[in-house]
Each structure stands twice: as structure tokens, then as C-alpha cells.
């Protein structure tokens, strides 16, 4: 169907994202600073040294500031991170800011967005712009920047499907190097930027490909319940009709971390043999699983750790969420070694139950 919103782009010229990309360390002030409410977690975290960046005229500076220090880590929006109480690294909060319509081709728009751009008022500018395609991410917590780092997901959509390229400046080499879809090597909540060495690459912005011709992607069973199978079939959505869906479904199942601390699903859904799955088949009949392209499945991490017990189960100051199993949550005051031991013991009853190993999703950023 076509895009049945009239294109009426809502640019605010990002000159930051497109300065020169030079500078001298003069240009780069460290200071230390409290990121308890810089994580969405929640965590007391003292950065012993940090550097706030909001121009990319900086970068150069930062590069000769780096090779100070034995790591360095790169902080967006805080939302896929369990930090330490005392951080001694170089951490480098991204604030660049802009949105920029860069190419209106014949089957798409381009548009460039700047890392420190929040994520969610990215997508809604995009709804308001007619810029239709990222209406399944919405309410994601976390900055554009952060997002083609472990390729977030939700409802059957992922960042790989609408991204064109990522500008990243490479900290220790002082470069900025522009990669295609490809060459970011996007997988399930992973990347290469994620894999690389932490410290190693700033993703400085991201090119956007959004369709003028748009289908919804309705195949997820929370938005056939919500638009009835028969109904999205005789009459398509709007993108902002799935927009607000999809608002509706992650408000009702996970907590706001502005009110709950949490970092979303703390563990990834595990992907398993078609032999492995045939065998919990035959002892858990109700398992939930998703056949794969290449022939295994992806099990819901969430169901299993239900059906071990945890849900609503609370451990001091975490716990397992009540109404989504795979989110742990900061009741209050939380330290990371508490995040970890409940990760830990919440990894060992499913391995125990299932013998289905559990990786953590968010990033454990040590000392
Ligand atoms: N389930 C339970 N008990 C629970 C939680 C889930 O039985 O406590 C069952 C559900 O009934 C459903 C299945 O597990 O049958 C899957 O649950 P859900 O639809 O809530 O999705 P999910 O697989 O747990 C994934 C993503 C989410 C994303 C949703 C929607 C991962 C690790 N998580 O969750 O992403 O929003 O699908 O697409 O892939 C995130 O990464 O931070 C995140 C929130």
C-alpha cells in the first residue's frame, strides 16, 4: 500500500553531525559525575572521568585524551548497561544532536540522524514527517547511537531493515569511517560494533532508509491480537495506527524505567538445535519457539525463566518482573554485584531446568 501520510518533513539541520572532525584535546573537558539517573537500571555509578560530547568537532581531542587511559567506554542512552559503583575509565557521553533529510531517491527517503538523538523521539519525529517504517520500534529506551550496537528489535522489525549506513569514529586510530548495512555485520541483538574491543569505535550517526511505499509488519502474535487477524487483513493500519499499538502493548507488559529501573529483556531468547528443540519438545510440550531461517529455534528466554519460578520473584533490591519475566528490575538502590548474582542464579535454573544456556543482553562494564 502506499504511505498514506503526506510527506511533510519535520528537519531540524544538523550541523553538528556534518563539522569537521578536528580539534585539539583543549577542546575536551574531563570531570566526574553521578550516572545513577544516566542508566536506566538505576545504579549508583560514580565516572571518575567523564567527557560529555555534543560536537564532533571534539572528536580529535577525544582520540589524543584516550590513549591516557586503559579503557574507555562510550555511554548513549544507558539502557543496555549494568555499571559498577566506581567507574575509572574514560567514558564518553555522546550528545550530538540533529535529524537531516540527506536524499529523497525514487523508492525511499535517507535521512541522517545524529547518536545522541533519543531514540523514541527520533521514531515519533519520523511519524510526524511521514517517514513510515520504525513504527514497530517505538518506546525503546536508549539513543539512536546505541541502537545499530546490538541492533534492536522488537515486533518483527529490526534496526537492520531500515538502516542505510553508520558514521563511527574510530577512537584509538582518530578516524572516521562510514560502514554500509554489510559491513556492520547485524545479527540477532548483536553487531560488530558490539563484538569490537570496547573503546574501539563512537558512533557518531546513522543513515536511515525509510520506504514511500510501506506495509505494515503485523506477524507478531501481540499486534495480531491487538488489530484482529481478519480486520488487518480487509483493512491495512496506518503507520501511526501501529505506532500507537505498539505503545499501548510494550506499556501494558514492561515497566517505565523512569519509574521501575530496568534495561529491557536482560537476557537474549536462546537459539537452539532442531535436535535440542525436539527434545524439550518432547518433555515440555507448551515450550514457546520460533522456527528459524536457518533451520533451528529461537526459544522465549521469558517463558522459560516463568516456568522456573521467577517471575515476581523479588532478591533484596532486584528482582524478575511480574508481568515479563525476562526484565530484571531495580526496586531501589540496587548495586550491580546484585544485578549479577540474580542474573547468575536465574542462568542456573534454566540450565538446570532446561539445559538451555542464557546470555545476558545488556553490557557488564567492568571497573
Ligand atoms: N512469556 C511468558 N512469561 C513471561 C514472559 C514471556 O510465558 O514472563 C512468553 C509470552 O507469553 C510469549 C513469549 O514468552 O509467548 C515471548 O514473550 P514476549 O512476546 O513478551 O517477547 P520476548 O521474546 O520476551 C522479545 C524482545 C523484546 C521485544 C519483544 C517484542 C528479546 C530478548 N526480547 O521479548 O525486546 O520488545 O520480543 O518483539 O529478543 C529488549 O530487547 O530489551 C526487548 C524488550
Known amino acids: 500500500m502506499s504511505n498514506p501520510l503526506a510527506p511533510a518533513p519535520v528537519v531540524e539541520h544538523a ?10 584535546a583543549a577542546d575536551v573537558r574531563v570531570e566526574s559525575a553521578e550516572l545513577t539517573t544516566q542508566n536506566t537500571l538505576g545504579l549508583a555509578c560514580l565516572a571518575q572521568h567523564l567527557v560529555v560530547l555534543r560536537s564532533t568537532a571534539q572528536l580529535a581531542g577525544v582520540s589524543e585524551l584516550a590513549r591516557q587511559y586503559r579503557h574507555v567506554f562510550v555511554l548513549g542512552g544507558g539502557s543496555n548497561v549494568v555499571l559498577p559503583p566506581q567507574l575509572s575509565a574514560l567514558v564518553l557521553k555522546v ?30 519525529t519520523a511519524m510526524e514527517s511521514g517517514w513510515p517504517g520504525l513504527e514497530n520500534l517505538a518506546l525503546i529506551p536508549g539513543t539512536v547511537g546505541a541502537a545499530p550496537v546490538q541492533n534492536i528489535g522488537a515486533y518483527g522489525v529490526e534496526l537492520r531493515d531500515h538502516l542505510e549506513s553508520v558514521t563511527a569514529w574510530n577512537i584509538p586510530q582518530g578516524l572516521l569511517r562510514t560502514f554500509s548495512r554489510e559491513e556492520c555485520e547485524f545479527a540477532y541483538r548483536d553487531s560488530m560494533f558490539k563484538r569490537a574491543p570496547g573503546g574501539t569505535w563512537l558512533i557518531v550517526s546513522v543513515r536511515f532508509r525509510l520506504p514511500k511505499v510501506w506495509a505494515p509488519v503485523l506477524g507478531y502474535p501481540d499486534l495480531q491480537k491487538h488489530f484482529g487477524l481478519g480486520a488487518a487483513k480487509a483493512q491495512s493500519p496506518t503507520p501511526q495506527a501501529v505506532f500507537d499499538a505498539v505503545c499501548a502493548i510494550r506499556r501494558a507488559k514492561l515497566p517505565d524505567p523512569a519509574e521501575l529501573g530496568n534495561a529491557g529483556s536482560f537476557f537474549k531468547n536462546p537459539v537452539v538445535s532442531s535436535v535440542q528443540h525436539a527434545q524439550l519438545m518432547r518433555m515440555h510440550p507448551e515450550i514457546v519457539s520460533y522456527l528459524q531461517a536457518d533451520g533451528q529455534y529461537k526459544l522465549a528466554a521469558g517463558w522459560l525463566i516463568d516456568r522456573c519460578g521467577w517471575k515476581g520473584r523479588r532478591v533484596g533490591a532486584v528482582g524478575m518482573h511480574a508481568r515479563q519475566a525476562l526484565v530484571l528490575v531495580n526496586y531501589g538502590g540496587a548495586h550491580a554485584n546484585e544485578v549479577l548474582a540474580l542474573a547468575h542464579a536465574v542462568r542456573s535454573s534454566v540450565q538446570e531446568h532446561f539445559g538451555v544456556e542464557l546470555e545476558m543482553e545488556p553490557i557488564n562494564v567492568a571497573e
Open 15 to 24: 550541523g553538528s553531525i556534518f563539522e569537521p572532525c578536528s580539534g585539539r
Open 95 to 124: 550528545e550530538f544532536k540533529g535529524v537531516a533529510l540527506a536524499g529523497d531517491v525514487s523508492d525511499c527517503w535517507l535521512i541522517d540522524v545524529a547518536a545522541g538523538e533519543d531514540w523514541h523521539a527520533w521514531v515519533t
